[in-house]
């Protein structure tokens, strides 16, 4: 089994910044790509960001945030970060974690999601 948990949500003023931190644990064999999700109220959930795993560390971000947010992640502690800064008010969402991992050497690869974290910035 494996679990995501993610961290650094809150309230904060715009302009302001925050980071957020998912941890994936349990049943893991190798980590691909990782990533961010947002969904806002009343709207699909949209791509933030996402890194592709090994040295490279290849990053993908949407046009609404390039600039401001900032993806990356340490292999060794199985953990992705965002860190966001220049927050505005329409970044205002819950923001999700998303792995791809594989469990076993012969185990296909599975995509799993966080739970979310709420990032609410005032005017």
């Known amino acids: 089994q494996v679990q995501l948990v993610e961290s650094g949500g809150g309230l904060v003023q715009a302009g302001g910044s925050l980071r957020l931190s998912c941890a994936v644990s349990g049943t893991i064999f190798s980590i691909n790509a990782m990533g961010w999700y947002r969904q806002a109220p009343g709207k699909q959930r949209e791509l933030v960001a996402t890194?592709?795993?090994?040295?490279?560390?290849?990053?993908n971000y949407a046009d609404s945030v390039k600039g401001r947010f900032t993806i990356s992640r340490d292999n060794a502690k199985n953990t992705v970060y965002l860190q966001m800064n220049s927050l505005k008010p329409e970044d205002t969402a819950v923001y999700y974690c998303?792995?791809?991992?594989?469990?076993?050497?012969?185990?296909?690869?599975?995509?799993?999601w966080g739970q979310g974290t709420q990032v609410t910035v005032s005017s």
């Open positions: 890194i592709t795993s090994g040295s490279g560390h290849i990053t």
């Open positions: 998303n792995s791809q991992v594989r469990i076993g050497l012969m185990s296909s690869e599975y995509q799993y």
